[in-house]
C-alpha cells in the first residue's frame, strides 16, 4: 500500500529521523495558515510546496515549488491543488493533486556547504533479505544513476539474525565521504531509518534526497514509504493512511467485493479462480492473437452474485472486446458455476461483447450443456485450447 509524503514522514519522525518538517493543507488558505505555524516551529522564512500524490517526479511536472513570502504560498498552493499532474510515473493522464505539504526550507540561503544523497530500504528476493541501497548522486532519478554511473551506488546486506550493525552504518557514512558531525548524523539517520521499515512491515523505503544540511544535520526531505498490505492487520493505524482517491476506481471496487482484480490494457477479459490459472490464462490469451484486459481472480465461491459483480467490473472497461471465463471445479462444481454466470447474464441485460467460457473439473460436462442450452450469447469449451481457438475466432472479428 502506497502512502503519501507527508503521512511516511510522520512514520520516520516517530521513530527518530530526522526529517524536513511540514504541514498539510487541502486549500490555499490552509496553506498559508500551515506556513505561518510552521514558521512558529521552525522559524523558516521561505516554503516549499509540495504536491501530494502517490507518483515520483513530481518536480519536473511543476508540482513543488518554493514559496518566498505567505503571498507566494497561498499562489503556489493555489495552482498545485486541483492541477492534473504528469509526472514521468503518472502516465499521460496525470493525477488529481487533492492536498499539499507545506515543508519548512532546508536549503539556507547563501550556503553552499549541502550535499545530497540518496537511500533507500528495501528486500532482496534473490537473498532473502533486507538491503540498504545508497548513493552519493541523491536528487537524481536512480535509474539513471545505475545506467550511466552503477560504480556510485552501493548495497549494505543485513542479516536478519543480527539486524543491522553498527559497523555497517559506519561504513555507509564513510562511503557517502562524510565526517566529523555529518558522519555521526549520518549513523543515527540510517539507524533510525532501518528501525522504522522493519518494525512497520514496509515493503519499501525510499528517501531522495537525503541532505546533508551546511550546519552538518542529516534529514529526509522526501519519503517514499511503501506498506506490505499482508501486514496491515498488524497496523490499523497504518491501514487507516489508505487514500482511495489516489487508486484506480474499479480496483477499489472489486476489493470492496473480495475480488482480486488489476487493469491491464489489453482487450480480453479474464474472469477466473486461481492466481496460477489466472496467469495461465492470461499467457493463452496473447498465444492466441488477444491481449489480457486484466487479471481478476474470482476466488473458490464463483457464485451467482460473485460473478454477476465480476462481469460488471470488466465491462467497465471499455477496451474489453471478448470476455473469457476460465474456472476449474475442484472446489466449486462446475454446473452451479454455469448457472451462476446464466443468472448474471440475465440480471445485467444485454452484454454487448461475446462470452467464451471454459469449465473443467467437477461436473463440466454438465455444465457445458447448461451454457449451451441457455440460448444466450455464450461459447462453452471443455479444453483450454478450444477455448483459445474461440478466443482466437472471436477478437479477430
Known amino acids: 500500500m502506497n502512502i503519501h509524503e507527508y503521512q511516511g514522514k510522520s512514520i520516520l519522525k516517530h521513530f527518530g529521523v530526522a526529517i524536513q518538517e511540514g504541514i498539510v493543507a487541502d486549500t490555499p488558505e490552509l496553506a498559508v495558515e500551515a506556513a505561518k505555524e510552521l514558521q512558529k516551529q521552525t522559524g523558516t522564512g521561505w516554503w516549499v510546496v509540495k504536491a501530494q500524490i502517490h507518483a515520483g517526479g513530481r518536480g519536473k511536472g511543476g508540482g513543488v515549488k518554493l514559496a518566498k513570502s505567505l503571498?507566494?504560498?497561498r499562489d503556489r498552493a493555489k495552482d498545485i491543488i486541483g492541477m492534473q499532474l504528469v509526472t514521468p510515473q503518472t502516465g499521460a493522464a496525470g493525477k488529481k493533486v487533492n492536498k499539499v505539504l507545506i515543508a519548512q526550507d532546508v536549503y539556507y540561503p547563501g550556503e553552499s556547504k549541502t550535499a545530497e544523497f540518496y537511500m533507500s530500504v528495501l528486500l532482496n528476493r534473490q537473498t532473502g533479505r533486507n538491503i540498504?541501497?545508497?548513493?552519493?548522486e541523491g536528487g537524481m532519478d536512480i535509474e539513471e544513476v545505475a545506467a550511466k554511473t552503477p560504480h556510485l551506488i552501493f548495497k549494505e546486506e543485513v542479516d536478519p539474525s543480527v539486524g543491522l550493525q553498527a559497523f555497517q552504518t559506519r561504513k555507509i557514512a564513510f562511503n557517502l565521504g562524510l565526517s566529523g558531525t555529518a558522519f555521526k548524523e549520518m549513523n543515527k539517520f540510517v539507524a533510525s531509518l532501518y528501525k522504522a521499515y522493519d518494525s512497520i512491515d514496509a515493503s519499501m523505503f525510499e528517501i531522495?534526497?537525503?541532505l546533508k544540511t551546511s550546519d552538518n544535520k542529516i534529514i529526509a526531505v522526501d519519503a517514499?514509504?511503501?506498506l506490505d498490505e499482508n501486514a496491515l492487520y498488524r497496523h490499523p493505524d497504518y491501514a487507516a493512511m489508505r487514500d482511495l482517491t489516489e487508486e484506480d476506481?474499479?480496483?477499489v471496487e472489486a476489493g470492496e467485493h473480495d475480488l482480486n482484480y488489476?487493469?491491464?490494457d489489453g482487450n480480453v477479459g479474464c474472469m477466473v479462480n486461481g492466481a496460477g490459472l489466472a496467469m495461465a490464462t492470461m499467457d493463452i490469451i496473447k498465444l492466441a492473437g488477444g491481449f489480457p484486459a486484466n487479471f481478476l481472480d474470482v476466488g473458490g465461491t464463483a457464485n451467482a452474485a460473485r460473478v454477476e459483480q465480476a462481469f460488471r467490473i470488466i465491462l467497465k472497461d471499455p477496451n474489453v472486446k471478448a470476455i473469457l471465463v476460465n474456472i476449474f471445479g475442484g472446489i466449486v462444481r462446475c454446473d452451479r458455476v454455469a448457472q451462476g454466470i446464466v443468472d448474471a447474464y440475465k440480471s445485467i441485460g444485454e452484454i454487448p461483447?461475446?462470452?467464451i467460457v471454459r469449465l473443467q473439473g467437477t461436473n463440466a460436462v454438465e455444465a457445458k450443456k447448461i451454457i449451451d442450452d441457455s440460448g444466450l450469447k455464450v461459447y462453452s469449451a471443455i479444453l483450454l485450447k478450444e477455448a483459445a481457438q474461440l478466443v482466437r475466432d472471436v477478437v479477430g472479428k
Not at 540498504?132 to 552519493?136: D, G, Q, R, V
Open 71 to 73: 503571498d507566494e504560498v
Open 224 to 226: 517514499k514509504v511503501n
Open 208 to 210: 531522495n534526497p537525503v
Open 353 to 355: 461483447v461475446p462470452i
Open 262 to 264: 488489476v487493469k491491464l
Open 249 to 251: 476506481p474499479t480496483e
Open 132 to 136: 540498504i541501497m545508497y548513493s552519493t
